[in-house]
């Protein structure tokens, strides 16, 4: 897992040079263009949807007795004030169990994590940099051999992001996330540390949708 | 017509959806023990399962301490709860139906703890230290003189190979098995073979009445694997 992770982040590192040195191209272009014209469009927001890492960290049921699987994740800002921007947040992902003694005689869970997040957007030039602060409702659905059940939670999330322009409409982001789940899960207090909450570190990567046409004149 | 067929397969399907065991969300418990044997060694690498009407929600085996500790699940609904300890498990035999051949380690006995009350509230569930004997069984020979008419009623008390206990008993030792019937012999069914799988160092007690004479006991020690006993009356 955290050899893909260093795979995937170098192959961002490179794509974001190459990039960045076509944008230099961009820039000398579009010097000539007045200032003005760049707070002419309207940015009504942003849609971004990627891969989702998670990495589970600390003692708890995730990290110590599931692997878990990229998943996906969607999200959605609409700007409200200025810079500020609010919308829903959408996150899934699968993971085995690898250590049944710990977490019951359970398979594997599927993490729905559906919420909404707020936060504020800089942008300069062709980069975005965006910091919001998620909270939702997080459910395991949970595979036994039979049988289905489920874990709940509510999850709050610390969500910076940093995305690149490459058109008016579409950029590439990337999204560091730390995430903790405040589990709803009863257990007697010997289970309490690991079965009462979860933190994650997770990655998101890929396609940004930019709505309006702010970054066109740019 | 078409509305009909449909409405049959809706409720079979609910059918079978009602009959699944269903597991609580949000909910787990914890189950642990000590397992020793009878000269108070641990046993390691014995099972321990805990489980609803075929559905295993939780498992582990002892470790080199005879001590395990694991997590299960807990069933939503009209199911009671069986930890089983030393046996095999499968959908036939949740119910108590089981007999020696589940038994894995047959060096050894095994135990069945049951909860009968559904909607349980307990956080899990301790069962201290479980002694699990050898195996002995006794080969009981009845038999009826040639000649006389006697008739005889005989009731057994032992302690089975397979120990059940109830999880809200304060006595988890206490798995003693006596037939409440007695078995009735005459002179037309008079020599019989009855064989009691029981546990090393424990006894069987015969209790006998002969001809409707005051009940007498025997006590029957069982000093090794195989044990054999002639009652003639």
Known sequence: MFLNIKILLVALLISSLAMAQESGVHENIDSSYPQESTSQGKNIGNITIGPYIPSAIGNNFVNDGMGTKIGVRLSVKFIVLKSFYIGPYFSTFKADVTNRELLGNYNRTTNFLAGAVVGYEKRINDITFNLGIGLGRAIYHNKAQKNNFKDTAIALSLNPEVSYRISTYIGLYLAPEFRHDFMNIDVPDELNDTFNDVNYFTISFGLRINLGSAYKNL | ?233
């Open chain 2, 1 to 233: 017509m078409k509305i009909k067929h449909i409405s049959l397969l809706i409720g079979i399907a609910f059918l079978f959806h009602a009959c699944e065991v269903q597991i609580e969300d949000d909910r787990r418990i914890l189950v642990k023990g000590n397992i020793i044997d009878s000269s108070n060694n641990p046993l390691a690498n014995v099972s321990v399962r805990s489980g609803v009407e075929g559905t295993i929600l939780g498992e582990a085996f002892s470790d080199e301490n005879g001590q395990f500790q694991f997590t299960s699940l807990e069933a939503d609904g009209n199911y009671a709860l069986d930890i089983i300890v030393n046996l095999s498990s499968n959908d036939n035999n949740w119910k108590g139906s089981y007999n020696i051949e589940h038994i894995e380690n047959p060096e050894y006995s095994a135990k069945r703890y049951f909860y009968n009350l559904t909607k349980r509230k307990e956080s899990g569930y301790d069962l201290g230290q479980i002694i699990l004997r050898n195996p002995a069984r006794l080969t009981l020979f009845i038999n009826n003189i040639p000649g006389d008419n006697n008739t005889l009623k005989y009731q057994l008390e032992y302690m089975p190979t397979i120990c059940e206990i109830d999880l809200k008993s304060n006595n988890f030792e206490s798995c003693w098995f006596n037939s409440d019937e007695y078995r009735h012999l005459d002179e037309d069914y008079s020599n019989i073979q009855v064989e009691v799988d029981s546990q090393l160092g424990s006894s069987v007690t015969f209790n006998y009445i002969l001809n409707n004479e005051p009940m007498q006991s025997i006590s029957i020690p069982l000093s090794n694997s195989e044990n054999t006993y002639v009652f003639e009356y």
